[in-house]
């Protein structure tokens, strides 16, 4: 890979004001919530365009880099940086953002930048967009497992691949990489929806919710025609949709309009009018668009805010498993008019109810639903920490398990 664009600097617009506290942190209550945790003795990974040192993120560590050769603390994009912020950061002065989980530790891969490229072209007759793809794909599930090795118990990967459901690509090793991680590492895995009309023509709304239609199908599964991955692997990732700073409730979506739809999305978090924190430590609410700067917002925020919860709650509960802790978060939510829907799930993430509802865990397992069990490598040996070997590494054990994760394609395409 080689950069071929500026990196990108955050900016500050009239709208929202940087210095109020931020409307979706008030929506959250998580002053309210940090009485009962903030993340202590909790590791989030994230996995995203690299992560810059920030004053305000205060235990924060690189683990690889995909794109070039950093340890995963540079951040060309200014995206990865945001979304950290978001999920760790502590209080500071000048403003009253504070992030969802300000004491977890947090560990930082890049696996892609829009501001570089590939140095090689395609081989002859690959479609370039789709190399495009899988080649961020792979990427994807070398970091997952190394996130997963490294002692992760939540990974935050606030970036998708939408891939046009007439026309799939091969996905084995992240199938692979989210079962082993999820399963065996008892990780949470936690991945933005995705965002309609973000440039990418392949992000589509896909059909709602429709028991009445399809009683045997309410979710509209044999009817998707654009695939969000990773949160295609519905029983390992949980994936998350945008509302408005409205929220959701009994007589109220406010999914937000570019979120985009599919039956795998499981919960919903603010994710328009976003502020979060700059590389310098203070609050921003903008990114350069094509016309100057644009606000903030998008489900990878949205993402960050449903990791720092699921952070709180493990912090709290360190005997629950990552099952436990989805369903904990997914049950407390607040839901729409409609009850699940493929636009927000169960509903707006509520932290304070994830932390003090008094109801039990429920099963320690997650339920799988595949015709048979995939049975999964043993975990490879730690990785050298230079970003090319440890892809190497990595992607040697999923081509070693590759075969295991046809049975998981097979019926996801067998459900369409």
Same mark, same amino acid.
């Not at 560590?61 to 050769?69: K, T």
């Not at 570089?116 to 970091?143: H, M, W």
């Given at each position: ?9 955050? +900016?500050?617009?009239p709208?929202?004001? &940087?210095?109020?506290?931020p409307q979706? #942190?008030t ?38 880099d995909?794109? $070039? ?5 540079v ?13 760790a ?9 504070? +992030? ?10 890049? #696996?892609?930048?829009?501001?570089y490229?590939? =140095?090689?072209?395609? $081989? ?5 967009? #789709? ?28 970036? @998708? /691949? ?10 084995t ?26 440039? %990418? ?20 599964w044999?009817?998707?025609v654009?695939?969000?991955t990773?949160? !295609? ?13 409205a ?5 109220k ?11 795998? &999305?499981?919960? /919903?978090?603010p994710? @328009?009018d ?5 590389p310098?430590?203070?609050? &921003? %609410? ?27 709650v ?5 005997? !629950?498993?990552? /099952? ?11 839901a ?5 829907? %493929? ?8 932290? @304070? ?18 015709? =048979? ?13 230079r ?9 040697? @054990? ?17 459900r369409?």
């Amino acid at each position: 890979m080689q950069q071929r664009k500026p990196c990108n600097l955050p +900016g500050v617009l009239p709208t929202p004001p &940087v210095g109020d506290i931020p409307q979706a #942190q008030t929506l959250l209550d998580l002053d309210k919530a940090h009485e009962f945790s903030t993340g202590k003795d909790v590791t989030v990974g994230i996995i995203d365009t690299g992560v810059d040192r920030n004053p305000r993120l205060r235990d924060l560590e690189g683990a690889g880099d995909y794109v $070039d050769s950093s340890d995963g603390l540079v951040d060309c994009d200014m995206h990865g940086t945001l979304v950290a912020s978001i999920i760790a950061a502590a209080r500071g002065p000048g403003d009253q953002f504070v +992030g969802v989980s300000p004491d977890v530790k947090l560990l930082s891969i890049r #696996q892609s930048s829009a501001q570089y490229s590939r =140095q090689a072209p395609p $081989d002859a007759g690959q479609n370039p967009q #789709q190399a495009e793809t899988a080649g961020k794909i792979d990427a994807l599930a070398a970091a997952i497992v190394r996130l997963a090795n490294m002692g992760a118990r939540v990974i935050n990967m606030s970036v @998708v /691949a939408c891939i046009p459901a007439a026309h799939p690509i091969d996905q084995t090793n992240l199938a692979v990489a989210v079962r082993y991680a999820a399963v065996v590492k008892d990780v949470l895995l936690v991945a933005a929806a995705g965002n309609v009309g973000a440039g %990418n023509a392949d992000c589509q709304l896909n059909p709602d919710f429709d028991s009445l239609n399809s009683p045997d199908d309410p979710r509209n599964w044999n009817h998707v025609v654009a695939v969000s991955t990773p949160s !295609w692997f519905y029983d390992y990732v949980l994936s998350v949709g945008a509302v408005d700073n409205a929220g959701a409730g009994a007589d109220k979506t406010n999914a937000a309009k570019f979120s985009m739809t599919g039956p795998w &999305v499981d919960i /919903a978090a603010p994710g @328009v009018d976003t502020i979060a924190l700059g590389p310098d430590g203070n609050a &921003v %609410n903008a990114l350069p668009g094509q016309d100057g700067l644009v606000n903030l917002f998008g489900t990878s925020f949205s993402a960050a805010y449903v990791s720092g919860v699921a952070a709180l709650v493990r912090s709290k509960y360190p005997d !629950w498993t990552a /099952a436990q802790v989805r369903r904990r978060l997914t049950s407390t939510a607040h839901a729409g008019p409609r009850g699940v829907d %493929n636009a927000i799930g169960y509903g707006l993430v509520d932290p @304070v109810a994830a932390l003090t509802y008094d109801g039990g865990p429920g099963d320690r397992n997650i339920v799988e639903t595949h015709h =048979q069990t995939l049975v999964v490598q043993p975990p490879p040996p730690p990785p050298d920490t230079r970003a090319q070997r440890v892809a190497l590494l990595a992607s040697v @054990v999923m081509i070693a398990a590759a075969g295991l994760a046809g049975r998981w394609l097979l019926r996801r395409r067998s459900r369409r």
